[in-house]
């Protein structure tokens, strides 16, 4: 039998109540599940959203009886619900349960947490900087700054005969048969200070090859006198470390250091013939960044044997099928053709600069740097037909390079006895500036010939027809 609004309702078994969740103070609606975040109870509806959700509409005749009551009554039996829902808060869901709800997105109400206050305090040294800095404090005590007492206390050995390099014994290795050889490759764990205690250099894991220029003198010296697993202080003056520049920004021109070296492993090299092309282009770059290193430092020798290292990389037999590939070990080689000239340059190794120069040409013959070097040289030889057909030839490359003008002039003055102008000798002077001085300017005419042309500045047009010389018209 179908009841009649209002009628029956009193004599209906009330209809089940959803189960509560302990701690919560309200029951779960229907569709409602908990959901526990960072350790707080919320309910999530049945769209997978967190929050306070509105409240389900049952079907059972109790609600459409109520909707049939007096709006007085609805609002009054509301309100009666409220506070018995307060009474019945538990005392664990007051504001230490760090929840209120003031509001969100869809109900105009935020969520806020209470966290309790965090502090984070500095970490402390690392037990192997601790236990570095107390080796320190049994051989110079508390304080720092005295180096120069230990270049010639006893206990220490002398690395090299000038007792700028000494070596103190910690705990003993494997043997003077596990002392590593040249061209192996060691991995060493490094810690190093200045005189004032800073430390300086940090390595748990360095890895190098002996005598490839990889590190300062002090540590490829110095690891090649050691036993595998052996621990010293190696104490070495700027000779052998980074020298009257220094390294910026912490370590200071002319400054010593004191290193503890442990030498953790020692194994051949590999094969550079089995390495895939990427792993040796990536290593050669790395022996040409050292190259780069020792020449800003004017270490011209130990520059070029970088670079030649890099160079004896990239040369490694194995057929690179990768056009892409081929072409960038190419360039590579290039590169360090280049910078290895300039350091033979730099040594007055001529013979090695023509034959590094002409190595570029023979893989780019449009590489205007091996061009300019190579002119000059068979310029200061004598050689002036094949000098200047080289130069003409990176002229029509670079018409704007300031150190071609002056070689090209310094030629054609020289054939018509003249006195020459002495020629730029960097490399570097390639590069025209925005503003010059009276400079001579070439062009080459239709046939071959030579135009000497007297340029005021960059600013003002050609002036005065200098001289015009014949000249081959060959190619290189």
Not at 98 to 119: D, I, M, N, Q, Y
Request: hydrophobic share 35%; with cysteine.
């Amino acid at each position: 039998m179908e009841l009649e609004p209002g009628q029956g309702v009193a004599a209906q078994t009330p209809p089940p109540q959803p189960p509560r969740v302990a701690g919560s103070a309200e029951p779960l609606g229907a569709g409602l599940r908990v959901c526990r975040v960072a350790g707080l109870g919320l309910a999530e509806g049945p769209a997978g959203m967190i929050g306070p959700q509105p409240s389900p509409q049952l079907e059972d005749p109790s609600a459409r009886a109520k909707a049939h009551e007096p709006l007085e009554m609805r609002q009054a039996g509301k309100e009666g619900a409220e506070a018995s829902q307060r009474a019945n808060q538990p005392a664990s869901a007051g504001p230490a349960a760090a929840l209120e709800l003031e509001g969100s997105p869809c109900l105009g109400r935020v969520v806020k947490f209470l966290l309790p206050h965090t502090t984070i305090e500095a970490p402390l040294p690392q037990e192997e900087e601790q236990q570095f800095y107390q080796g320190l404090e049994r051989l110079l005590g508390p304080k720092y700054g005295r180096f120069g007492q230990l270049f010639a206390a006893a206990g220490w050995a002398d690395v090299t005969e000038d007792r700028f390099l000494r070596k103190l014994l910690v705990r003993e290795g494997q043997g003077e048969a596990s002392r590593p050889q040249p061209g192996q490759e060691v991995t060493v764990k490094l810690l190093g200070v200045l005189e004032d205690g800073s430390l300086v250099e940090k390595d748990p894991a360095l890895t190098f090859t002996l005598e490839q220029g990889d590190v300062i003198q002090a540590l490829e010296l110095g690891v090649q006198s050691m036993q595998l697993g052996e621990v010293s202080f190696l104490l070495t003056s700027f000779q052998y470390a980074y020298g009257h520049l220094g390294r910026d920004p912490d370590i200071p021109s002319d400054a010593s250091l004191l290193y503890e070296v442990t030498l953790l492993q020692i194994r051949d090299s590999s094969d550079l013939g089995l390495l895939p092309p990427s792993t040796r282009i990536s290593l050669s770059k790395q022996k040409r960044e050292r190259g780069n290193f020792h020449f800003e430092r004017e270490e011209y020798q130990r520059a070029m044997q970088s670079y030649q290292l890099a160079l004896g990389i990239l040369d490694s037999p194995g057929a690179v099928r990768d056009k892409r590939l081929a072409e960038e070990l190419q360039e590579h080689q290039v590169k360090c053709l280049n910078n290895c000239a300039a350091s033979q340059l730099k040594l007055q190794l001529f013979e090695e600069v023509l034959t590094s120069c002409s190595a570029v040409l023979h893989i780019d013959p449009d590489n205007v740097k091996a061009l300019y070097r190579k002119g000059k040289l068979l310029s200061e030889r004598g050689e002036d037909q094949e000098a200047m057909n080289i130069l003409k030839r990176a002229l029509q490359l670079e018409p704007t390079a300031k150190a071609i003008h002056a070689e090209l002039s310094k030629l054609a003055k020289r054939q018509k006895g003249q006195p020459e102008r002495p020629a730029p000798t960097d490399v570097d002077d390639l590069v025209q500036p925005a503003a010059c001085q009276s400079t001579w300017v070439h062009r080459l005419g239709p046939t071959g010939t030579l135009v000497l042309l007297l340029h005021q500045n960059s600013a003002s047009p050609l002036q005065s027809l200098v001289a015009v010389t014949p000249m081959s018209a060959s190619k290189i």
